[in-house]
T-cell receptor, first 112, second 112 residues
């Protein structure tokens, strides 16, 4: 579990501000994922990446931007935060050829 | 898009009783079905998974059964203990990147 970390763990911001959530993994996993978790909705996929410089949209991508210049990092940016983006965000990774996803500890984001 | 329905949303059992959580899905191409456990304030963690070429898998007190024809799979927990209290999510893999789509979760409470 220590192989995948997220920062910050807690963040409070205001509507309209840009926020970047960081995800770092030390396993050299090819795939990385961003989910948001909201009561009643479970875990919903925002974006995912199959390798460095390869990203694709998930179920709820609007309002988010991702990049992946290095295999180990997968930052998620909210370019102009809205109250509806208040949520707990989880990053996950899995190796190529494997199915199991391993989750980071999460970031609790509050947008005021 | 891909859909996974999970029932029940809440489940309360007495210690020592069994608990069963069921998920139904629509994507016939799915071939990997994990179950994650999430304790309060923690990250989701894989507890058991099954692939489509297997009908049942067991690991101590937990088991998963899969009916591919009917497109449903279930988590069975026997001899429940207070530490089993958590939210449980089912998942299915979808698409070429083997993304996971999750159910909305079941909050299991084991009472003494």
């Amino acid at each position: 579990d220590a192989g995948i970390t997220q920062s910050p763990r807690y963040k409070i911001t205001e509507t309209g501000r840009q926020v970047t959530l960081m995800c770092h993994q030390t396993w050299s996993h090819s795939y990385m994922f961003w989910y948001r978790q909201d009561l009643g909705h479970g875990l919903r996929l925002i974006y995912y990446s199959a390798a460095a410089d390869i990203t694709d949209k998930g179920e709820v991508p609007d309002g988010y931007v991702v990049s992946r210049s290095k295999t180990e990092n997968f930052p998620l940016t909210l370019e102009s935060a809205t109250r509806s983006q208040t949520s707990v965000y989880f990053c996950a990774s899995r190796p190529r050829g494997g199915d199991t996803q391993y989750f980071g500890p999460g970031t609790r984001l509050t947008v005021l | 898009g891909e859909n996974v329905e999970q029932h029940p949303s809440t489940l309360s059992v007495q210690e020592g009783d069994s608990a069963v959580i069921k998920c139904t899905y629509s994507d016939s191409a799915s071939n990997y079905f994990p179950w994650y456990k999430q304790e309060l304030g923690k990250r989701p963690q894989l507890i058991i998974d099954i692939r489509s070429n297997v009908g049942e898998k067991k690991d101590q007190r937990i088991a998963v059964t899969l009916n591919k024809t009917a497109k449903h799979f279930s988590l069975h927990i026997t001899e429940t203990q207070p530490e089993d209290s958590a939210v449980y999510f089912c998942g299915i893999n979808t698409g070429t990147a083997s993304k996971l789509t999750f159910g909305t979760g079941t909050r299991l409470q084991v009472t003494l």
